[in-house]
């Protein structure tokens, strides 16, 4: 069966400070994979998308970056962490890769982002 | 762009009450549509998905519709439980992979 894991659960950060959240899956390969953001009182927003190994579309301008450095990992980053970027991480991958969405996405656990 | 709309907002029913959540969008160019729900402070968990050849699916005490024309969803839930309480998202996928969100109807199921 595939599992998807993130971590860290939670993380609280002082403005300024690097970001790096890891998101890997299991029990499937060439995965699309997917990170979103939750702010409080806001939808989900779609931030960045991977249908294969270094290939990354970021869907709003924003001082995060993504990267892909294995099929199954996906990484978001940022070199310095604003007050805006407080919110719940997902990460999330579907079955078919190669830039069609044409099946469920399973989303990971999150993490809790606090940037004071 | 696509918009997506969810109504009601927020709703709370008695245990057992049959119920149906909407969903509708403004771009019926989609390849699918999906419902999820959402526990407070945890990741989403995928319900149904529709493909926009389909008209419904089903699963257990669900059922979800697609009108792709006329731009609207529903999701049926029947019997409802109190562990139904959580926030349903309506999400459509569109051309160039991108995903809209709807804004969601926040669920309450009273005993």
């Known amino acids: 069966s595939q599992t998807i894991h993130q971590w860290p659960a939670t993380l609280v950060q002082p403005v300024g400070s690097p970001l790096s959240l890891e998101c890997t899956v299991e029990?499937?390969?060439?995965?699309?994979l997917y990170w979103y953001r939750q702010a409080a009182g806001r939808g989900l927003q779609l931030l960045f998308y991977s249908v294969g190994i270094g290939q990354i579309s970021s869907e709003v301008p924003q001082n995060l970056s993504a990267s892909r450095p294995q099929d199954r990992q996906f990484i978001l980053s940022s070199k310095k962490l604003l007050l805006s970027d407080s919110g719940f991480y997902l990460c999330?991958?579907?079955?078919?890769?190669?830039?069609?969405?044409?099946?469920?996405?399973?989303f990971g656990p999150g993490t809790r982002l606090t940037v004071l | 762009k696509q918009e997506v709309t969810q109504i009601p907002a927020a709703l709370s029913v008695p245990e057992g009450e049959n119920l149906v959540l909407n969903c509708s969008f403004t771009?019926?160019?989609?390849?699918?549509l999906q419902w999820f729900r959402q526990d407070p402070g945890k990741g989403l968990t995928s319900l149904l998905l529709?493909?926009?050849?389909?008209r419904e699916q089903t699963s257990g005490r669900l059922n979800a519709s697609l009108d792709k024309s006329s731009g609207r969803s529903t999701l049926y839930i029947a019997a409802s439980q109190p562990g139904d309480s959580a926030t349903y998202l309506c999400v459509v996928t569109g051309g160039g992979n991108k995903l809209t969100f709807g804004t969601g109807t926040q669920l309450k199921v009273e005993l």
């Open positions: 529709i493909q926009s050849s389909q």
């Open positions: 999330a991958w579907s079955r078919l890769a190669g830039g069609s969405i044409t099946d469920t996405q399973y």
């Open positions: 771009d019926s160019a989609i390849y699918n």
């Open positions: 029990g499937t390969s060439n995965p699309n």
